[in-house]
């Protein structure tokens, strides 16, 4: 097979679609990146504004991709919503980590910038600007929808386009329902300003006092009630809907503000503005200092409500004093403080959604199950042969079942496991405990910095101690991000291991909107390899190297860039060198500069990077070899592919390591191969290389940083990976 074939086809740089957001107006909100792309033609400087692509840059083009899919009038209608709910929700993610750390390099004076050459200040300058920009198309989006939704007998009203007898009909329900859930907080000399929860969505009120004149108070809007609150046809909370609205809502917050009178009686309503507040969550935990690091843990996530404030998103119509008030009492910038256009917060919007209207969703699909595991069961089939499983196209059931049949098995000795993100009412977790529960030996080591699935983990790894599980939670230092799960059997031929790895985590939940690679295999050496690296997490060892596996933090870097720089040194022997990478993130600089010193020996590399990605594609004697797409659809891509064609001698690695210095240093990470042929072959062409020359969900990254949809010469039709493999019933990997 030659590189041509392999390499999916040059994409030609088109204009965005109409609908999508404005690449030109986005790049002239970037400082300094039109500048790096001049540079970049400049190959004999070598400067690194010309090497790289700034990290927060880059993450935000990917978000970009996601507010592209709620753009799409091609996507179904409540598809649309959801994307645009799933921007939102990343964007508050981003300011929470990112941004704060950004802010707390520049606090404590950092001088030292990043490889792509932007101080903090000048990302954060960057960062505003891009936000600020995209939050128009954002808010003037969801006012596209809004009569879109209307079309489908879904109305999210104004308060003020209800009737008077709807209001009357609220306002009972308000009484009942919220108004007892409210605590208004005043603001004046005997009352301190109130705290102001990270992400919480709240009313900033003036009232006048007949005596005490103008005051100043604040109403968080709760959280425990839906902020988008049904209305009958009588006005009541209910889900009948209006006439001819089978569902009709209206913002929990205007209705608040319509009813302030009851929570302030006697004073003048002057007006009331809803605002919301993003804080630091990236807290990091001395665990070298930590007594107990369950109990430190727990301490820790309970302090995000309280981290300093990084955002403060306002109504375009808050008057200039209300938001003095704000920033002052907040400790803020006015840089800090972002305008709405329309409404404060569209994460929310994940409730329309979710509505049950399967005529504007994408039609659901029947996961599968390889044929030989439902005839022979788990062990046998095993013992046989490797079972790879593609999710959310195959079921993540026959995981779960694995680890069932593991802790039902007589002959079953032990199981040995790592957990991530689990998410609530864990089968896997169940699953572990009755192994327990029936004498097997069970290990587990659980994450804790896992971040924003803490609390969820805290509460798996006491109901795992309390059942006689051994919990472990890790090395000092780093996270354990390995997906794995070792098996031990005694059989007649002698004890025998059996080994489940993956690019995803055991998530049932996250496993149907996650494309993730699952492979299990009784290959004694991966069993011996997973063996060592289980006893380095729970007990001490020096190891870094494996048979068959690449293992982070010890030497996967090298190991992998010493394939890199084989495919080089074969390429310019035979000529026919060629790499091909699926990931969600390439950040680490030697990676980079290993792929630039191929692309500049004549490798032809493609890289299909999800997320962020610093490497710069394209320049002229540096890496006009590489090409690099991302693909954002329907499913979420998270697996990592690593393909080498290592002179004909095909190599697949895949596992749970992207290549970021957070994954290949400060993480414990794997990637294992694939050495069946069979399965080889398939990962190679029915995934890898069929996502790769994906024309309908894939953007083409520019030497500039910008994105470009990818359309193929000549194509009588859109090629939609997605699509292609949930049309395939027969898969070379299901038999």
């Not at 587990?444 to 109901?463: H, P, S, T, Y």
């Not at 749970?656 to 398939?682: C, K, T």
Request: aromatic share 8%; glycine share 6%.
């Amino acid at each position: 097979m030659s590189s041509q074939q392999i390499a999916p086809e040059k994409s030609q740089e088109t204009p965005a679609a109409e609908g999508h957001v404005s690449a030109s107006r986005k790049e002239s909100a970037i400082g300094g990146e039109a500048k790096a792309e001049s540079h970049a033609q400049d190959v004999s400087r070598r400067d690194d504004e010309a090497r790289f692509l700034n990290r927060e840059v880059s993450w935000l083009r990917f978000n970009s991709r996601v507010l592209e899919e709620a753009l799409d009038p091609r996507n179904p209608l409540l598809e649309r919503v959801k994307f645009l709910s799933i921007y939102a929700s990343n964007l508050d993610e981003f300011f929470m980590i990112r941004v704060s750390g950004l802010r707390s390099q520049m606090a404590a004076g950092v001088l030292e910038a990043p490889p792509d050459g932007m101080t903090p200040a000048e990302q954060l300058r960057a960062i505003r600007e891009y936000v600020i920009a995209e939050q128009r198309d954002a808010s003037k989006l969801w006012d596209e929808l809004r009569p879109q939704l209307e079309d489908a007998g879904v109305a999210v009203l104004d308060y003020e386009d209800l009737q008077e007898s709807q209001r009357e009909a609220l306002r009972r329900h308000f009484e009942a329902e919220i108004f007892p859930v409210l605590t208004p907080l005043a603001f004046d000399p005997g009352h301190p300003f109130p705290h102001i929860s990270n992400l919480s969505l709240n009313l900033a009120v003036v009232v006048k006092d007949p005596e005490q004149g103008e005051r100043f108070a604040r109403i968080k809007v709760p959280q425990t009630i839906p902020r988008l609150v049904p209305v009958s046809t009588d006005g009541s909370a209910d889900t009948n809907g209006l006439d001819g609205f089978p569902h009709t809502f209206v913002f929990l917050e205007q209705l608040v503000s319509e009813n302030l009178d009851l929570l302030f009686p006697g004073l003048e309503i002057i007006a009331s503005h809803p605002f919301r507040v993003t804080r630091d969550a990236d807290f990091e935990i001395e665990e070298d200092e930590a007594a107990d690091l369950l109990t430190a843990m727990a301490e820790v996530v309970g302090q995000r409500h309280f981290g300093s404030v990084v955002r403060l998103e306002v109504d375009r119509r808050m008057p200039e004093e209300m938001r003095r008030i704000l920033t002052r009492n907040l400790g803020i910038k006015q840089y800090q403080v972002y305008t709405s256009e329309g409404m404060v917060g569209f994460s929310s919007l994940m409730q329309i959604a979710g509505l049950d209207l399967p005529e504007h969703r994408d039609p659901p699909f029947l996961p599968s199950v390889p044929r030989s595991i439902a005839e022979d069961g788990y062990f046998e089939t095993i013992s046989r042969r490797d079972i790879l499983l593609y999710h959310p196209y195959d079921s993540f059931e026959p995981v779960v079942d694995f680890i069932r049949e593991a802790a039902r098995d007589p002959n079953v000795l032990a199981i040995k496991q790592t957990l991530y993100r689990v998410g609530p009412n864990s089968p896997v977790v169940e699953a572990l405990m009755e192994a327990r529960e029936n004498g097997k030996q069970v290990s587990v080591l659980v994450e804790l910095k896992a971040r924003f699935d803490e609390e969820n983990n805290i509460v798996w790894a006491k109901a795992l101690e309390k059942s006689g599980v051994h919990v472990t939670y890790g090395l000092v230092g780093l996270k354990t991000h390995a997906k794995m799960c070792l098996v031990v059997r005694r059989e007649s031929s002698g004890i025998r291991t059996y080994v489940h790895l993956s690019t995803g985590n055991y998530n049932p939940s996250t496993a149907k909107l996650y494309t993730d690679i699952g492979f299990i295999t009784s290959d004694p050496i991966i069993g011996r390899d997973v063996t060592s690296l289980f006893n380095s997490l729970t007990g001490y060892s020096l190891q870094r190297d494996y048979q068959k596996l690449l293992v982070a933090p010890g030497t996967m870097r090298q190991r992998f860039i010493e394939r890199i720089d084989r495919e080089a040194a074969l390429h310019q022997q035979h000529g026919d060198g060629f790499m091909a990478f699926k990931l969600n993130s390439l950040v680490d600089p030697d990676c980079i500069e290993a792929l630039y010193r191929a692309s500049q020996v004549g490798v032809k590399i493609a890289l299909q990077v999800r997320g962020i990605c610093c490497l710069r594609p394209g320049v002229p004697g540096l890496s006009e070899n590489i090409e690099v797409n991302s693909l954002v659809g329907r499913f979420l891509e998270h697996p990592r592919i690593y393909y080498f064609r290592n002179g004909g001698d095909e190599e697949v690695l895949m596992g749970s390591a992207d290549l970021m210095p957070r994954n290949l240093d400060g993480r414990v990470e794997l990637l294992f191969p694939i050495e069946d042929r069979a399965l080889r072959s398939a990962v190679i062409e029915q995934i890898l290389f069929r996502h790769l020359r994906d024309t309908s969900n894939v953007r083409t990254l520019r030497p500039d940083g910008t994105y470009s949809p990818k359309r193929a010469p000549g194509a009588d039709r859109l090629i939609d990976s997605h699509a292609d493999l949930l049309g395939s019933s027969e898969l070379p990997w299901r038999s």
